[in-house]
């Protein structure tokens, strides 16, 4: 089989998605053990989280027209090289501030990764396995939320949580090797400066995709971000049962991407309507199933299949309408989706402390109604 019939390529990106989307969320499975070692309170610690999603949502259109000429290869090796190495600093991190800083240079290195990594499959993928490309990439992610965090924090609690950024970083570097070895020339075909930037922000579709997600991710974080309190509190719901329940969320991934490699773009309307109108109605119907385990259970399972089928969609639907300068338009994308993670955790919070954890799916819902409705009309106008 010759390079361009391989898959191979693809795998690296996956399994790179998979250590990236593991770092990110790392420092939540051994936050304990981070704050004890370096004699922090737990509120300090989390800022690594906090600041993590900042800087991603701040770095990714800046660095991405900065590298917009880069080759890709060579790019994604820089940022390979990059991870490794502040993975290897965190490891060795003599206080608060080194590893701080550490995890800055990480979410540089996540943002351009996400910036490039789905156009980047897609252009290394074999013909007729761009789909199947884009859906590796989100199975990727999906097992990072099964197997990653839980990972990383056996590896905290055995060894300390130094090992857990250090097993990272030697994971990275296995993959930064394989990637200089085996993966093919991509050319940076972008004719992209920083004079058409404005451009991008006049194309009305590419605009509708922008609001689309941010309402989505707005609906869907407003009550995610507080999945936990409200399956213990409202759900009255087993510490073990909860967390069976969050593993959930990484399972839908893998049915999300079977179904798009499957059916995109050969049943495109259906899966926008199917999944666009269900992600609002099963957050919606949360709070009426949470009386059954079960009952919770699938309505999750079908929460999590939409809300990653929505955003693959609309992923491809990008690509497919800014060719010239994907990667930069894939680095607001990413921007604006961290910018939904922190308003909808902020948005429920504040609803949390107004209404009680009871309301928040009730206006989840209505915040994602709202990306059903811009989805939808998106699609009817094609």
Known sequence: MSKSESLLPVIFLTVAAFVFNSSEFAPIGILSSIAADLSKAESEIGLLISVYAWVVMIMSLPLMVFFSRVGYKRLMIGVLALFTASHALSGFANGYGMLMVSRVVVACSHAVFWSIATPLAVKVAPKGKKSTAMALIVAGSSIAQILG??????VGL????????????????????????????????????????????????????????????????????????YLLDEAAMDEHIVTGVLMVFGFAGFI???????????????????????????????????????????????????????????????????????????????????????????????????????????????????????????????
């Open 256 to 382: 999300s991407s079977f179904l798009f490699s499957a059916y995109y773009p050969k049943r495109k309307r259906v899966m926008v309507y199917v999944s666009s109108f269900f992600l609002p109605f099963v957050i919606c119907m949360l709070q009426y199933v949470k009386i059954s385990i079960a009952g919770t259970i699938v309505t999750c399972v079908v929460w999590g299949t939409a809300m990653t089928l929505i955003n693959m969609i609309l992923q491809a639907r990008l690509i497919k309408v800014e060719k010239r300068a994907t990667t930069i338009a894939m680095s607001v994308y990413s921007g604006l989706y961290n910018l939904g993670i922190g308003g909808g955790a902020a948005i429920g919070g504040y609803i949390c402390n107004k209404s009680g954890l009871g309301a928040i799916c009730t206006f989840g819902a209505i915040i994602a109604l709202a990306g059903s409705v811009l989805f939808t009309v998106q699609y009817r106008k094609q």
């Open 149 to 154: 965090m839980p990972l990383c924090r056996v």
């Open 158 to 229: 055995a060894w300390g949580w130094r090992y857990t950024f250090l097993l990272l970083g030697a994971i990275s570097a296995v993959i930064l090797v394989m990637l200089c070895l085996f993966f093919p020339q991509v050319d940076n075909d972008s004719d992209f400066s920083v004079r058409h930037l404005p451009r991008i922000f006049r194309n009305r579709r590419l605009l509708t995709i922008y609001f689309t997600i941010m309402a989505f991710v707005l609906g869907h974080f407003t009550v995610y971000s507080y999945i936990e309190p």
